[in-house]
């Protein structure tokens, strides 16, 4: 954990540097002092309208385990996101798996389960998005260095997301085979710890549950996009409170950028990975580097005001706090 940490900190320092360097520190005061900040009351409702969208979709990719309660999907949801801007290495999501386990009743590993597919269908999700705009903003960019960027991005993105789907049916569809698969492939490991770490799979397993419902697949594909749909209007409002309109295709293509700079790892929140990708998209529309950067400090303070706000008032209500979670998460036998 402490080696994850020093590797996203020196990642996180690396791109602030490239997100500041030849800053006009000057020209930065002057862009966010004239700020239009009522444009980003739209962009944080739409925030807050994602997370609810989340809990949405979550509860149908949980109701083949159980059907669990809205309060607690947006619970479970907003804790974990919050904890993923406070917390190192993605801690959030093993919070969010813990937390609807604790609250339902269901298997961690198997909430868990449902917490990486949820994952898989957001990194398809956008990757449709990329494939649509950039063909959109292409014209007169043909040989863009940025775009050529995203591109490989997105194919390795695809390896990894077609790769994890593999490894998803294959512990669905043929458990046993794989369970002794995993048995030869890690069988220099001690009896006790092979075998434990065999059952959590077989757990995790418990939440990969096909979708058999065509209507319910329509509303998890229906949500999967409009949630997208919204986060990248969040970037549009983001960048009409600095003067910069983007078109549709521009603010996805933003948002796209965003999402593959924040699987980059990281210090929590994102930092550095997060706003070197929104600067850098922006300068790619022609806008100078000073509001581009006024922009991605903004945005990413709403970003962190919308999650900490929600994950605070759900652990006030349920007299929680982050170190309890990650201390019961941790002592969970399952």
């Known amino acids: 954990m402490k080696l994850k940490l020093i590797i996203g900190l020196a990642i996180s320092a690396l ?39 989340r809990a949405g979709r979550w509860f149908f990719l949980l109701r083949p385990i159980k059907k669990t309660g809205f309060y607690n999907l947006m619970s479970a949801t907003s804790i974990g996101f919050m904890a993923n801007f406070v917390l190192p290495a993605r801690a959030g ?70 790769t994890f789907a593999v490894v998803l049916i294959l512990l669905k569809t043929r458990a046993a085979l794989t369970t002794k698969w995993l048995r030869w492939l890690f069988r220099f490991l001690p009896g006790p ?7 959590i799979i077989l757990r995790f397993t418990d939440g990969i549950i096909l979708v058999k419902s065509p209507g319910q697949l329509s509303l998890i594909v229906l949500f999967s996009i409009v949630m997208w749909l919204l986060n990248g209007v969040c970037v549009y409002f983001f960048g009409l409170a600095f003067g910069v309109s983007l078109s549709a295709a521009g603010s996805l293509l933003v948002l796209v950028a965003l999402t593959f700079g924040i699987m980059l790892p990281s210090a929590p929140g994102f930092v550095g990975t997060y706003h070197a990708a ?15 950067v006024s922009a991605a400090l903004v945005s990413h303070a709403v970003q962190v005001l919308v999650a900490t706000s929600l994950g605070v008032f759900f652990l006030a209500r349920e007299h929680l706090s982050l170190r309890k979670l990650l201390k019961a998460d941790g002592d969970s036998p399952d």
Do not use: C
């Open 15 to 53: 791109f602030l540097y490239l997100t500041f360097r030849q800053v006009d520190y000057r020209a930065l005061f002057v862009a966010l002092k004239s700020a239009d900040y009522l444009a980003l009351v739209p962009a944080a409702l739409a925030l807050y309208s994602v997370y609810i969208l």
């Open 93 to 162: 999501e093993f919070i969010r798996a813990y937390q609807i386990g604790r609250l339902e009743g269901i298997s961690k590993p198997a909430a868990f389960a449902t917490v990486v597919v949820e994952r898989l269908l957001d990194g398809l999700t956008l990757l449709v998005f990329l494939v649509v705009v950039i063909n959109s903003v292409r014209a007169g960019r043909e040989h863009s260095p940025f775009l050529t960027a995203l591109e490989w991005a997105g194919w390795l993105s695809l390896a990894m997301y077609l």
């Open 193 to 199: 710890w092979l075998e434990a770490g065999l059952g």
């Open 278 to 292: 929104f600067v850098y998209t922006f300068m790619f529309f022609g806008i100078s580097k000073e509001p581009a």
